[in-house]
Structure formats: C-alpha cells, structure tokens
C-alpha cells in the first residue's frame, strides 16, 4: 500500500497544453521530405461493371508520377479474405482496388500519385473511366426481393449473414401469455465524422526493406497484422506509428483499401507516399454505421412482467465486410435484456448486402440495444396503460439477482440499475415535470419526459468473443519501465484518439509506486514500442488497459521493495512502501523515511547490480498481459426533457442527466467527460445525422452542409451523476464506459418525444426525429384532450 | 507544386512576414500549414464548416479554408500560434484546459482564436450566447458542456483581469 492516491484523482490532462496551443503533432504535421501525393478517383456509380480506364493523358500531366488500378494492385497485395468459422455467416472476399465492378458511390477505382495534392487531382479530371451501369440495390426491400442483382457475385444472395437463437420456451410463453405486444424501431444509417478525416503517409526503405506506416489508428497492432500480411511482408518488416489523431469513435480500426495502396505504391515506387481524404470523401466511403430495422414481440402478463422476448433485427450493412458483418447485430441480439429479467428469449438476425459504403463499428455499435428495450417496455406499458417507470421496476433486475446470466449466457454481475434508476428519478422530480407539463400543455406547448435504463457491455474478454462466435482476443498488454535515473516509462497496446489516456495511465501506474502521475510518461501508438495489445475499441481502454498497467506498475513495486529491504538490511520488504517517490518503512505503526529514494533503487537496480539480492536480474522493468473477464458492465439511467414544437416539428432538448456506475473511476474529471461527449453523439444521431441515398444509391449527404452534426445550440448542458460501485473482479475495480452515453440518448430522447406527443395518439418510430417527420406524424392529428374552441 | 503558375505572394502572419512562392489557388490553409510551417491551423473540412481552420484576418475569424493566399496579402493573419506563445497560456487556452474543455484537440485551435476573438467584443456573455457564438465551430468529442464552462470562466477572468 502507498499513501498516495492517485487512481481517481480529477487531474487535469496531461496533454493538453500541445492540443490548446496548437503543437498537437497529427498526420499532416510530420512532415517527409520529397513525399508524394496520392488521390483516389471513385465511383460515380452505385453499381456497375468497369469496362475500360484510360490513364494516357493523365500520366503526361505535369507532376504526374503514377496511376494504377486494382490490376497492379492485385500483384502488389493479397486480397481480404473475411471468413470465420461462424455459422450462418457467408465468407467474402475482395481485392485491394476494385477490378471488374464497382459496388457504391464513392468506391475507390483509380489511384494517382503526384508531386502534390492539387496537382494530382487535376490529372483525375484527365482519366476517363467507361462503365456499364448495372441495376442498383439501394435499400434492404430491393436487396432482399427474389430478383435482386447480387452486391457480391461471389454470395448466393445479399443475405450475407443470418443467425438465429432460442432460450428457454418462449412458444409455450407466448401461448400462456395475457397480451403480445409487438413494437418496430428503425434506425437511420450514420457516420462517425470525425474531424480529422482518414490518412497516411507511407515510408518504404529499400536498403533495409521496411515500411513505416504513419496512421491514426486505434488498434495499432492488429493494423500492424493486416498491413503487413496483405503486403507479404513480415511483422518485423513493418512499423506502424501513430501520431495523435482528431478524432476516430470507430472509423480508425479496420485496414482500408486506401490505406494498403497507398502502402504498396510506397513500396513500388520507393518513394514516401501520403494521402489525405477529403470530407466529401469521409462522409461518403470512409465508413458508416446502424441502419436497422429492429421488431420485438413481447409475451406479457397483465402485471406488466415480460414473459418471453422475441428480437429480429435486419441491418444494411453496405457493400463491403471490413469486419464479419454478424458483429454488430449480434451484439445487439446478445445483450438486448439489459437489466431485465427475461429467461425465455429469441433472436433472429438479417444481416444484408446493399450497393452503398460499407459499415462498421461506431462508438457503441450496439447503440440501438437500449431503445429496443426500453422502447418495448414502453409499448407494453402504452397497451396495458401501466405506469413504464412501474413496469420497468416490475421487470428490473434486483441485487438479489446478481450474478445472473442472461438468456444468451453473459453473466452481468456488479451493475446497479434500481439504483441509478431511483437516483436519476429523484433528481429529474418527475412529479414537478408532470405539472409543468399539464400546464404548458394548455398553452400549447408540448413537453416530455424521457427515460433509458442502460446496460453497456464495455470490456470484451476473449471468451466473450469465442462464445459469440466473433474473431479476436479480449487481452492487452503493457510495460512498465523505471528508468536508472528513477524516471517512470509506460506503454500500453491501445491508441488514444481523444480519451486522456496519457493522464490517467499515469495515474494508475503512479498509484503502486507511490510517484507523482506527472513523472510518468505514456508512450502509445508506435508498434516498436509499445507491445501487441489489442488496441482502442469499445469500451475497454480503462478496464483492460487500466488493469495491465496496474498489473505491471504492482511487480515493480514489489521488485524496488525487495531491493530496498536488502540495501536496508531487512529480511523482508513487507514493512516498507513507497511515498512520494521514497521508501518508507513502518516503525511502531508509524511510517517513517527510511533514507531511500526510488532513485536509489533504481540506480542500484541498472548500474550497481552487485548490490541486488542474490539471483535477481538487473534493471526495473516490468512486462504484463492480462485478459479481462469474458464481460464487463457499466449501468445507467439516463433521463431527459424535451419540448416538441408541434406547428413545425422541431425537437429542442431542454434537460439531460444521467446517473452512471461505471465502476472505480481513474479520473472523474475524464470520465465525465466521456459521458457528455457519448451522450452528445447519441443526441446528434438522434436528432440531425442522416447519410441519405436515394433511390438509384446516389449519396446526398456528401458535405457538413447535408450531413448534419449538433453544434453547442442543440446540445443541452449534461448533468452528470455519479453512482459508482466497484466491478469485484477487474485488478482496477473499473468497469469500463464511454459508449453507454451513446445507448442511453438514443433511447432517452424517443421516450421523451413520445411523452411529449402522446396527446396526439401517435408513437415515433423511424429516427432520426427531424421535424419533417414529426410533422408527418401529426399532420391531420389532434391533441385529444385538448377543448375543442 | 506547379512552379510556372506560382507567384511571389507575401503574407503577415503573427508579426512576421513570409516570402513565399505558390500558386493562386493555393488555400491559405494549405500555405500556413504547409509554406509557413504553422501546422496548428487544422484543416477539417475545406467547405467552412467546421471551424478547426479559424484564423483571424485583421482581428475578425475567417475561415482559412476558404481563401486562397493571395486574397490575404495586405491583412494582418493571427494564427493559433500567437495564443500562449510567451509561456503563458491565453484565458480561453487556459480555462479549456481547466474545465477538461478539449479531447482529441483537433478541433480546438479553431476554438481558441474564435472565442479570444469574440471575448474580446463580448465580455459579459450569458451562456446561450457563449452557445450561438461557439455554434460555428464542430467537436464531435465533447458534447461542448465543458467547453461551454470553460468560455464563460475565460470571460470571467478576462473582466477581472480588466478590473484591476
């Protein structure tokens, strides 16, 4: 144990001050010397056969050094092959480039290399590309139907995926059952947006023939893996350094075709390569995310108690498998009962194949989980005209519950949802809210009140993935080094792109060496460093890469201790601690300096090792792995009120809180910040971000113009409660957070709405809520209670 | 780039002058980035949008993605860099950092200049406007609440600073 208390602490950032004062160093600001410009010419088609591209009069324009096409890149690369061994599951595969058809708008077919950016897209104007249109499948209706062109011709159909599954007896269930109730929830396709787009700048080495790949990438190693199977190179052969990076909730994780090209020319040309996507470019073919027709099917009795749950989820997942296209959904299906106690449950998943930009996942993939739930309680307690606050507490897990597995066999164990539900409950004053309701009603003014209780599956163990049938490894590892001068060196496998990582890594480290987090630097993101972790993803950076750091920061500690003991003459370090960067020593209860400092020690321990205990090997490092239970789970009640302009549509958020647990918390200050910044997304996607194509696939949200995000008008102020309970069995006691904000939105804000609009008879089911489409809810309707003058 | 269509163009950037040869085309983003070397001047979405390539044109913000070089000749530019340059950071650079006002720090040299510029016509602002005024500039990490918190504590030190 050490007197200081460093997990937990609400220290400011520690790099901050390079981003506020613009020294924050991202891709575009390294700078290569004599590197060249690559731009990708895409499709104007949603699909069609390539019948010919001629580059000839490209290749003489000035500044031109190369132009190729998915044939060169076809010798250069290995295709991506995503097929695992899962059931229901069909295996893809595509090239680099595409060769013989083009799949969606925006699907990169040419690649130019110039001298600059300006210089190669003026040469694009110079290629010319003839296609031959093929039909398109622009939504799940077409891609389903009988006649439906294939996305991929490789496929049966565009069903890419389909899985099923069945707990208990929900058959006998339904039979039993005083009412069925079947409740729809549509939701929109988005993108992540982030402000800095996609890019890379490639480095290839002849003389030692190595490629440096400078990215922003969450998941540095398994990038790292990807690159360099795909280039035929081995993973000693490349080096992958990511420089801080603006922004990624999801889009920076797969290896993108782009990105392998611009590799490949790196190493074809013998020259550096770099390439910067525009935000035309993001928005239509970086990658989108959701777009699911969700239904749900309730056996209920007439207390309001869920009986049996049935779920068919159908998702548009675009054109191309960047990752297994079950993933998302399956998530979804697998942890839709949340905090409720439902036994008897069954899913069915669509996953399908359209001619638009290929999905993935976003900050919480599995955003839509929580509206379902809490959307389908809601219809339950609309049809049995019950309470839903009551029939969620009829349904609600209690402590007494705990651990219980659910349906699917997750096992959720440390959450608290009565209690975020009670404490959220008070705080709003819901009885006050009713009268103020009741009364601007009468003035023509329409408020709601919006629950979501959450429960965010947050760190994936490797077991998770094994039983939900999904590839990967739920582990990260780290170092811990104390340098000979007894400064402290650390490095994780996971990528920050926003989450603070740099500050509360040093706090944990900090805490078991008993040193101030400001003499610990994290070292992240270059794949020579750091180890191989599984990187930045869902909500595991705290937990999983929390819990390896204090692992390792532990063994150091026991190591200087044991040292310090035989410098001190003791049998035994277990009356010494370190404080404020000394050994102490407890002497009749009191802790007293022993005369030592962690520099000591660590001089000792690199360049005097005579001195060490006999048979202990020199320096001060330590290197760990750790493998999180197969799930952890973050709880949450997230409420919210909403005033409905009913003449135009318009939603306005006019109060938000949410009561979390997400476990021991590293740095309140960030956490809460996470949970604004989650929520403001959910809030967002709810109400303004739409990716729209059209009927032929055409993408009509190509600019910030038409792809809209909430600026600082439309997010209302965050209230953030804190509840936190420690999760009994990660090393840290965290539990992992950041995409629940996401879940609890998206569905806090439709509970809101439909409060608010419920005088009118009408439900709102398809997001996002623009005021186009409350308006066509209401159009023609009244508000039934209201006088009629 | 394209020598033969470049031309001389001389640009005062934070009190500094810079020859330089570029094309009349050229961004002023791209030229502060890339001939000036100021590469805290971000550039995320080069339809003015944004907001992350704020600078201040003559004192006012002006989005540098949205003039070319040439057009700037004769202005005074102020780029994020002039902002805590002397060791000392600026009230809203400062009170960002206080209030856990930025993540991923790329939209935040945009907010820098904006809001130093508009505190300075603004001293009193109430919170919705502090809202309106930051509406021009997109984080898509935050949620704004923080940043929000963290203009009207820079307002507030800017008054007292004022005072005395």
Redesign the interface.
């Known amino acids: 144990m050490t007197g200081t208390k460093a997990i937990g602490a609400a220290l400011p950032r520690k790099e901050d001050y390079r981003f506020v004062t613009g020294q924050g160093r991202y891709l575009d600001d390294i700078v290569v010397p004599g590197c060249l410009h690559a731009h990708f010419i895409r499709s104007p088609h949603a699909h069609a056969r390539i019948a010919s591209i001629d580059s000839a009069a490209a290749l003489k324009a000035e500044g031109v050094i190369s132009i190729v096409t998915g044939r060169e890149l076809e010798e250069w690369t290995t295709p991506v092959r995503m097929a695992p061994p899962i059931e229901g599951l069909q295996p893809v595969e595509f090239t680099t480039l595409p060769i013989d058809k083009v799949r969606f708008i925006g699907d990169p077919v040419v690649c130019i290399v110039a001298t600059d950016r300006y210089l190669a897209e003026d040469a694009a104007e110079l290629v010319t590309i003839d296609y031959v249109v093929l039909d398109p499948v622009p939504d799940l209706d077409r891609a389903l139907a009988v006649d439906a062109p294939l996305v991929d011709e490789s496929l049966t159909s565009n069903l890419v995926s389909r899985q099923s599954f069945t707990a208990g007896d929900p058959a006998r269930c339904f039979a039993e059952a005083d009412f069925i109730v079947e409740t729809s929830f549509n939701q929109h396709r988005q993108t992540h947006a982030p402000i800095e787009t996609r890019g890379c700048c490639a480095i290839w080495e002849q003389g030692r023939r190595h490629l440096t790949m400078h990215i922003g990438n969450q998941v540095p190693h398994p990038f790292r893996t990807q690159l360099a199977r795909r280039m035929r190179l081995t993973e000693s052969q490349v080096t992958v350094a990511c420089p801080d990076i603006g922004g990624a909730f999801g889009q920076k994780i797969a290896l993108y075709r782009e990105e392998l090209t611009v590799a490949a020319l790196a190493r074809h040309l013998r020259r550096p390569v770099r390439w910067r996507e525009d935000r035309n470019e993001n928005l239509i073919a970086a990658s989108h995310a959701r777009e699911d027709i969700a239904r749900t099917r309730a056996a209920v009795g007439k207390d309001g108690r869920i009986l049996a749950l049935e779920l068919e989820i159908v998702e548009d997942f675009g054109a191309y498998c960047f990752y297994p296209a079950n993933y998302l959904a399956r998530v979804v299906a697998m942890i839709l009962t949340g905090p409720y106690r439902i036994s008897d449950y069954a899913f069915e998943m669509k996953i399908v194949l359209t001619n638009k930009c290929g999905s993935g996942p976003m900050r919480a993939p599995m955003a839509i989980t929580s509206w379902i739930m809490d959307g389908t309680i809601e219809a339950i307690a609309r049809r049995l005209a019950l309470d839903p606050i009551e029939v969620r507490l009829t349904n609600m897990l209690r402590a007494a519950d705990l651990p219980y597995t659910m349906p699917t066999g997750l096992v959720v164990e440390d959450v608290t949802p009565r209690e975020t539900l009670h404490a959220a409950l008070e705080a709003f004053d819901i009885p006050g809210f009713r009268v103020r309701q009741q009364n601007d009603r009468a003035r023509g003014i329409y408020r709601g009140a919006g629950l979501c209780c959450v429960v965010e599956s947050t760190t994936y163990g490797s077991a998770f993935y094994k039983a939900a049938g999904i590839p990967g490894s739920g582990h990260e590892a780290g170092w811990v080094r104390i340098e000979p001068s007894g400064a402290v060196n650390a490095s994780v496998g996971l990528m920050a792109s926003g989450q603070g990582y740099e500050t509360t890594f040093a706090q944990v480290v900090a805490e078991p060496l008993g040193i101030d987090p400001n003499d610990v630097q994290i070292h992240l993101g270059n794949t020579d460093t750091a180890p191989y972790g599984m990187g930045s993803r869902g909500a595991r950076g705290g937990t999983a890469g929390g819990s390896v750091l204090l692992i390792a920061a532990q063994a150091l500690r026991d190591k200087v201790l044991t040292i310090a003991a035989t410098l001190l003459g003791l049998n035994t370090s277990g009356e010494l601690r370190l404080n404020a960067s000394r050994v102490e020593r407890r002497l009749g209860g009191v802790w007293t300096e022993a005369g030592l400092s962690l520099a000591d020690v660590a001089h000792v321990a690199y360049l005097d090792p005579l001195r060490l205990p006999s048979g202990m090997e020199p320096g001060l490092e330590a290197h760990r792995a750790y493998d999180p239970p197969p799930m952890t789970f973050s709880n949450g009640t997230h409420m919210c009120e909403v005033s409905v302009d009913v003449q135009t549509g318009k939603v306005t958020l006019e109060r938000y809180l949410v009561v979390d647990d997400c476990g021991t918390v590293l740095n309140p200050v960030i956490v809460r910040g996470q949970q604004q910044g989650a929520i403001a997304m959910g809030i967002s996607g709810v109400l303004l971000e739409e990716v729209i194509y059209d009927e032929n696939g055409q993408n009509r949200s190509g600019s910030f113009a038409d792809y809209l995000l909430a600026t600082a008008v439309e997010i209302p102020p965050i209230e953030v409660i804190s509840h936190h309970t420690p999760n009994q069995k990660t090393p840290t006691g965290s539990k992992g957070m950041s995409e629940g904000g996401v879940m609890g939105a998206i569905g806090a804000v439709p509970s809101a709405v439909n409060d608010a609009l419920a005088p009118f008879g009408v439900v709102a089911d398809h997001q996002p809520f623009t005021p186009m489409y409350i308006r066509s809810l209401l159009r023609g309707k009244k508000d039934q209670g209201a006088r009629n003058d | 780039?394209?020598d033969?269509n470049s031309i001389p163009i001389l640009l005062r950037v934070n009190g500094r002058t810079h020859r330089l040869f570029a094309?009349p085309?050229?961004l002023l983003s791209d030229v502060l980035?890339e001939d000036c070397g100021?590469?805290?001047?971000?550039?995320?979405?080069?339809?003015g949008?944004?907001g992350?390539c704020t600078i201040l044109v003559d004192g006012a913000p002006a989005r540098s993605c949205l003039l070319y070089a040439v057009q700037a000749q004769g202005n005074d530019i102020t780029?994020?860099?002039a902002?805590?340059?002397e060791g000392k950071?600026s009230p809203v650079?400062q009170a960002?950092?206080?209030e856990?006002g930025?993540?991923?720090?790329?939209?935040?040299?945009g907010i820098?200049v904006t809001m130093e510029a508009w505190l300075a016509e603004n001293a009193d602002p109430t919170?919705a406007e502090?809202?309106?005024a930051?509406?021009?500039?997109?984080?898509?990490?935050?949620?704004?609440?923080?940043?929000?918190a963290a203009i009207a504590k820079a307002a507030r030190r800017r008054r007292e600073e004022t005072v005395k």
């Open positions: 780039m394209s033969s094309e085309r050229r980035r100021l590469t805290g001047t971000h550039v995320g979405c080069e339809h949008v944004c992350a780029t994020i860099e902002f805590g340059a950071l650079q960002l950092h206080e856990h930025l993540q991923c720090g790329f939209c935040t040299p820098v919170e502090i809202r309106d930051l509406s021009g500039n997109l984080c898509r990490c935050t949620g704004y609440h923080n940043i929000v």
